[in-house]
């Protein structure tokens, strides 16, 4: 269990401003968002310089706390500083903050800003090297903070990412047959989100076919952390999900087009042609995502499940070859800096269902991007002579005497 292997601080503290749907907010002159965040410090050892930090990004629908089975089993093979996750605004432990005042139109950049917000914020106990780590839709957050802070991170792990929208998957070989009424965001709006018990929920949940793989110590945290009791606004009588159901159909889609009160901008006339999720929604984000990868500069491991349906179909491969290979990035596979590992036997949610397996092979490829760091490291420090910042680098003035 987590708590007999890290000290676990809980942090609250104010989520970024301005956010980047005016909906995003109910009241953008009077409300603050904040953020729920914990940290893990491993309890059986202190910690060394080099040791790396960890910055884990959740998918929709979970909460923070689904990682901690991973980081059990992570900290067996690998020693850590310490790892950070936070619940974005509208989901987990963030959402019960922000319940009267959150609004309906989450931003993926919101996220984002507020993951590099918490890093800020917490600066003095995340000295390099930070690693960022993200499963689904957290990826999104991991890739776009690494394109906001190109040196932020010193390697990357992208668990199942999903940088494309419905229509744009199916020609990946994924989703098939397209049923728009079968679309992830048409089963979220009609999924059930009350039960009688807490027994109950748990009991149906465990049934789903997502559920149903997880291991046991992440879905014991599903039941604690993913349901709350009631009486709540929307439901005055017994369980029901943390993060409603409401916030997670709106983090997948917008409408198209846009409902009375909802603003055009700032992507919505501009938006690219390829970025419908089902007729009648998309997502404007995804194609900046998918536009920024050839710019990723940290290393980066991705994780698949063969038994998934995106890690079974030509998409990986698709994105593999995108990363890192335009200006600025990391060069690419051809560079040795984008690897890709497949779990066997696992779905979507890797870390959720094979936490030890996934920990194995994410700490494997930690192994040697931290002895790379620590060698490139200690070269730059043979290397790079005492200097005054506060006098001009005599080398410059001779390069700039022979203009």
């Known amino acids: 269990?987590?708590?007999?292997?890290?000290?676990?601080?809980?942090?609250?503290?104010?989520?970024?401003?301005?956010?980047?749907?005016?909906?995003?907010?109910?009241?953008?002159?009077?409300?603050?968002?904040?953020?729920?965040?914990?940290?893990?410090?491993?309890?059986?050892?202190?910690?060394?310089?080099?040791?790396?930090?960890?910055?884990?990004?959740?998918?929709?629908?979970?909460s923070k706390e689904s990682y901690e089975p991973f980081l059990d089993?992570?900290?067996a093979h690998l020693p850590i500083r310490g790892a950070w996750a936070c619940d974005v605004t509208h989901h987990g432990a963030s959402f019960l903050l922000n319940e009267e005042i959150i609004g309906d139109e989450p931003h993926w950049l919101d996220s984002a800003r507020d993951m590099l917000h918490m890093v800020n914020t917490f600066a003095a106990q995340m000295p390099p090297p930070i690693y960022g780590i993200g499963q689904s839709w957290g990826c999104n957050n991991v890739v776009l903070v690494s394109h906001l802070h190109q040196r932020l991170f010193a390697g990357m792990v992208l668990i199942e990412p999903y940088f494309e929208t419905g229509y744009r998957l199916q020609s990946h070989g994924v989703d098939k047959p397209p049923e728009h009424s079968q679309h992830r965001i048409a089963i979220l709006a009609r999924r059930r989100d009350t039960?009688?018990?807490?027994?109950?929920?748990?009991?149906?949940?465990?049934?789903?076919?997502?559920?149903?793989?997880?291991?046991?110590?992440?879905?014991?945290?599903?039941?604690?952390?993913?349901?709350?009791?009631?009486?709540?606004?929307?439901?005055?009588?017994?369980?029901?999900?943390?993060?409603?159901?409401?916030?997670?159909?709106?983090?997948?889609?917008?409408?198209?087009?846009?409902?009375?009160?909802?603003?055009?901008?700032?992507?919505?006339?501009?938006?690219?042609?390829?970025?419908?999720?089902?007729?009648?929604?998309?997502?404007?984000?995804?194609?900046?995502?998918?536009?920024?990868?050839?710019?990723?500069?940290?290393?980066?491991?991705?994780?698949?499940?063969?038994?998934?349906?995106i890690g079974n179909s030509a998409y990986p491969q698709t994105v593999i070859d995108q990363t890192g290979v335009g200006e600025e990035g990391n060069g690419g596979v051809v560079s040795g800096k984008v690897q890709s590992k497949y779990v066997k036997g696992a779905y979507h949610a890797v870390h959720l269902e094979m936490p030890g397996k996934a920990a194995e092979e994410i700490s494997e490829w930690l192994k040697k991007e931290l002895q790379k760091w620590h060698d490139e490291m200690m070269r730059k420090k043979e290397q790079q002579p005492p200097f005054d910042p506060g006098v001009l680098n005599p080398l410059w003035l001779e390069k700039l005497s022979k203009l």
């Open 73 to 75: 089993e992570l900290v």
């Open 195 to 309: 039960w009688t018990s807490r027994e109950e929920a748990a009991a149906k949940l465990r049934a789903t076919p997502y559920y149903a793989v997880f291991d046991p110590r992440v879905f014991e945290r599903v039941v604690k952390y993913d349901l709350r009791d009631m009486p709540t606004q929307q439901h005055p009588h017994a369980v029901t999900l943390t993060t409603p159901k409401a916030q997670e159909v709106y983090n997948y889609a917008r409408p198209d087009l846009p409902f009375p009160g909802y603003e055009a901008a700032p992507d919505y006339k501009t938006r690219p042609g390829d970025s419908v999720v089902v007729p009648g929604f998309y997502r404007g984000e995804v194609k900046h995502v998918r536009r920024i990868l050839p710019q990723i500069l940290p290393p980066l491991l991705f994780l698949w499940g063969t038994k998934s349906d």
């Open 1 to 62: 269990m987590s708590e007999h292997l890290f000290n676990i601080t809980s942090h609250i503290i104010p989520a970024s401003h301005i956010r980047g749907h005016s909906r995003g907010i109910q009241d953008e002159q009077n409300g603050h968002l904040r953020l729920s965040l914990k940290n893990y410090v491993p309890k059986d050892r202190q910690a060394k310089p080099g040791d790396p930090t960890l910055i884990l990004a959740h998918g929709i629908g979970s």
